[in-house]
């Protein structure tokens, strides 16, 4: 099945730097690419998602990019504020022509922006 | 559009009891994915129902089985409880079209602790 790899596991910024963390996947027929962002005590949140056809998404301070040659995407963050600060996951679904909904998970970045 | 809710939110129980949480999906997402999450583990993958059929299932004992409802909703079911068990449980509704097309969402969890 597909793996996927995130990076790094922990991620400390100043406030008003930038963030990034990458994946990497396994599986070529992976075609959904969603970012979550989980704060302490409550639930994983979809914060930004792309999709194969697109190379690049972004949505005010949040980016996404995608490689799929190198099988890796990534999840930026400019100007960096301390409500950022939260776990975040990357995950990947493969597109084999069902409409099984499992996403692959990456283990998650904790990202910490000091004030 | 109402959200993905479980009940309980929380639940104490004792070694070697059972017990079983349930989530209802989103209207309209017929797949149901349960994940459980412990610290610094990130979210580990254990079942996902569609149309009432188990369609993959995580690395975990048979102590943890599912169902899915002919409405979607869907119960989770850990027997013999172990210390260990203690955990967030998350269920997560998702729908997916043949076009590529898919969204998932979470619920709010229900908070395990096993005594």
């Known amino acids: 099945g597909e793996n996927v790899e995130q990076h790094p596991s922990t991620l400390s910024v100043q406030e008003g730097d930038s963030a990034v963390i990458k994946c990497t996947y396994s599986d070529s027929a992976s075609n959904y690419f969603p970012w979550y962002k989980q704060e302490l005590g409550k639930r994983p949140q979809l914060i930004i998602d792309i999709r194969s056809n697109v190379g690049e998404k972004k949505d005010q301070r949040i980016a996404v990019t995608l490689n799929k040659t190198a099988k890796h995407f990534s999840l930026h963050i400019t100007e960096t504020q301390p409500e950022d600060s939260a776990v975040y996951f990357c995950?990947?679904?493969?597109?084999?022509?069902?409409?099984?909904?499992?996403?692959?998970f990456g283990r998650g970045t904790q990202l910490t922006v000091w004030p | 559009k109402a959200g993905v809710t479980q009940t309980p939110r929380y639940l104490i129980k004792t070694r070697g009891q059972q017990v079983t949480l349930s989530c209802s999906p989103i209207?309209?997402?017929?797949?149901v994915s349960w994940y459980q999450q412990t610290p610094g583990q990130g979210l580990q993958f254990l079942f996902e129902?569609?149309?009432?059929?188990?369609?993959n299932k995580g690395n975990f004992p048979g102590r943890f089985s599912g169902r899915q409802f002919s409405n979607s909703r869907s119960e989770m079911n850990v027997s013999t409880l172990e210390l260990g068990d203690s955990a967030l449980y998350l269920c997560?509704?998702?729908?997916?079209?043949?076009?590529?097309?898919?969204?998932?969402?979470f619920g709010p969890g229900t908070r395990l602790t096993v005594t």
């Open positions: 129902y569609f149309s009432e059929t188990q369609r």
């Open positions: 997560a509704s998702s729908w997916r079209e043949s076009s590529g097309t898919y969204e998932q969402y």
């Open positions: 995950a990947a679904i493969p597109d084999r022509g069902s409409t099984l909904g499992r996403l692959y």
């Open positions: 209207s309209g997402h017929r797949s």
